[in-house]
């Protein structure tokens, strides 16, 4: 019953691991690339799992609008309606509809919006956050939880933090439990360590099958995202996975592992692709910039994804400063390669107890920077 993981080696406090679920194994530290509406822009699932993806993130929130649990439901499910077989996470719609901002209303019960799209009224209840999710086919589910935005007084981030324990009590309370399928908590109280520490303690009373760190990359500093998952890790249990939500660029990723964390999710990789900037082991690449327009190079010298193998700068440069399609696909293809490939390294150097000397390597190639061809 549930989810199933397995810690298969240890470094510091970085973990090594395998989650298994009803679709399939998930190798942790893992990147789930961001399907929002059920599609990772710019690509086909086929593609998608190319790069090396194991797991895919989607969202009840745009989901539930556009086209509708329901409608899902009745064309089998998310994952046949999308064409992915491999595992589904779905977010609970909390960070979006924050992002709303005086377009909802927040109350015990739940929260009532207006959507983005046409201004239609919604109400999103912990009971019905877990029902979208039961209809989409989820095989991570998590509880509907209220990300504060930051910043905000402690008195604010308490009422928040205790809001969302209330929530997570009643998503348990209305959670299905599956073979191979789990529902994930969220560890809320944004930079305050107490409130982080309450917040994990009451959500490890209730019980889920592993546990989200939320409310982060929503405006702090990374010294203080780092300092916020060091003081929360060790209130939560070891042997179950812990999931970073919204993070995010490459260093913040190599940090969070190294202080314990097992998954992530960020628009990051996708979103920069499509406005032309990619991710390479020596930093990022503006392929907009007018030096690569006769370039030959490829973005990365050692990459094996196809923008690299069988493209030069100069032909992505054309693309992107043209607008057409193809440029989006190879550079976002490119970006989640790179992310994959970035967190294989991340699994292999942990293998072998390496992985400072790998962060060091990481660290000294991400400040080289991309010198232009002469």
């Known amino acids: 019953m549930g989810l199933e993981f397995k810690i298969e080696a240890t470094d510091g406090a970085a973990r090594r691991g395998v989650l298994e679920t009803a679709r399939g194994s998930i190798l942790t530290p893992a990147f789930m690339p961001v399907g929002t509406a059920a599609t990772v822009k710019a690509m086909l699932p086929q593609s998608v799992q190319e790069t090396g993806a194991d797991v895919l993130l989607c969202n009840t929130y745009h989901l539930m609008l556009r086209p509708g649990a329901e409608r899902i439901n009745d064309l089998g499910g998310l994952h046949k309606f999308m064409n992915w077989s491999g595992p589904i996470l779905t977010d609970s719609g909390g960070f979006q509809v924050m992002s709303l901002s005086n377009l909802r209303t927040v109350t015990e019960s739940g929260v009532t919006f207006r959507s983005h799209i046409d201004g239609s009224a919604h109400e999103l209840t912990p009971a019905r956050c877990m029902e979208i999710q039961q209809m989409l086919g989820s095989d991570i589910t998590m509880v509907l939880d209220e990300c504060t935005a930051f910043p905000a007084t402690v008195d604010e981030f308490e009422r928040s933090m205790e809001l969302s324990l209330r929530w997570a009590a009643a998503c348990k309370n209305e959670y299905t439990p599956s073979d191979g399928k789990g529902l994930l908590g969220i560890v809320q109280g944004g930079i305050d360590a107490t409130l982080r520490e309450r917040s994990a303690k009451g959500l490890i009373e209730i019980g889920f099958d592993g546990y989200a760190i939320g409310g982060l990359a929503v405006g702090e500093d990374q010294s203080q995202m780092f300092e916020t998952i060091s003081g929360t890790v060790p209130f939560l249990p070891k042997d179950q996975p812990r999931y970073l939500m919204g993070v995010g660029k490459p260093d913040d990723i ?5 202080r314990g964390i097992d998954m992530f999710d960020c628009v990051l990789p996708t979103r920069s692709g499509r406005t032309g900037q990619a991710f390479t082991e020596r930093g990022t690449v503006n392929i907009r910039n007018a030096r690569h327009a006769d370039d030959p190079r490829p973005l990365q010298e050692n990459c094996s994804c196809p923008a ?46 390496k992985l400072d000397e790998f962060c060091e390597i990481f660290d000294e190639n991400q400040k080289l920077g991309n010198i232009p061809a002469q």
């Open 308 to 353: 690299c193998t069988d493209y030069s700068r100069a032909y992505l440069h054309h693309l992107v400063k043209s607008k057409e399609i193809l440029g989006a696909t190879l550079m976002t293809w490119h970006n989640l390669h790179y992310y994959q490939t970035l967190m294989a390294g991340l699994r292999q150097a942990i293998s072998a107890a």
């Open 254 to 258: 190599v940090g969070a592992v190294r």
